[in-house]
Each structure stands twice: as C-alpha cells, then as structure tokens.
C-alpha cells in the first residue's frame, strides 16, 4: 500500500508564498517511476489537478498556476514538493498529493489547508 502524508499549508496574505510538501510512503525503488501531482480541492467545486511531474522531471501545471507554481521531486527523499507564490484568494484550498495520471485505487491522505486571505 502506498502512502501520502501532506504538509506546510497555512494562512497567508495575498502575494504571499507557501512550500508544500509530500512524503510518499511506497517499499523498494518503485518511487522514480511513479508520476506525481499535487491536487486541491475547494469547498463546492471538484477536486482538480494543478501540478503534475514524470519520474524524470518534466512538469505540467494548470493555466491557473502555471508561471507562479513550481513542482519538484526528490526520489532518493521520496518526497514531491509544490512552491506557491504570488497566492490569490482563488488558491485556497485542500492540497493533496497523488499520482498522476490518477490512479482510481490509489489512498488519499489528510491533505493540508491552505487559505490565502487578508
């Protein structure tokens, strides 16, 4: 079974910056294969995809983050992080990491809140 416990949420003001991080729990040296994302979801609205990173580090984003988010992945580390900066209010959320593509039996964790406000 595999995993993921999600961390450095929090409030912060509009312009502000967060580092979230992801540490996956998965046996052997499977990890590096395993294409990663970080999810949100807000209250009312489905969950969504707004970063993504392959085992060999190439990244996608959303429109809505893409120049303000950065995804990165440390395999030795097992661990996948996602850096925010320029926050609007419209980023607050739940953040979940996961794999992605998705994967329909793959375990959620707790995720962690992030609330951008004034």
């Known amino acids: 079974q595999v995993q993921f416990v999600e961390s450095g949420g929090g409030l912060v003001q509009p312009g502000g910056s967060l580092r979230l991080s992801c540490a996956v729990s998965?046996?052997?040296?499977?990890?590096?294969?395993?294409?990663m994302g970080w999810y949100r979801q807000a209250p009312g609205r489905q969950r969504e995809l707004v970063a993504s990173?392959?085992?060999?580090?190439?990244?996608n984003y959303a429109d809505s983050v893409q120049g303000r988010f950065t995804i990165s992945r440390d395999n030795a580390k097992k661990t996948v992080d996602l850096q925010m900066n320029s926050l609007v209010p419209e980023d607050s959320a739940v953040y979940y990491c996961?794999?992605?593509?998705?994967?329909?039996?793959?375990?959620w964790g707790q995720g962690t809140q992030v609330t951008v406000s004034s």
């Open positions: 998965v046996s052997g040296s499977i990890f590096s294969l395993f294409g």
């Open positions: 996961n794999r992605a593509p998705s994967i329909s039996t793959s375990p």
């Open positions: 990173i392959i085992g060999g580090g190439r990244t």
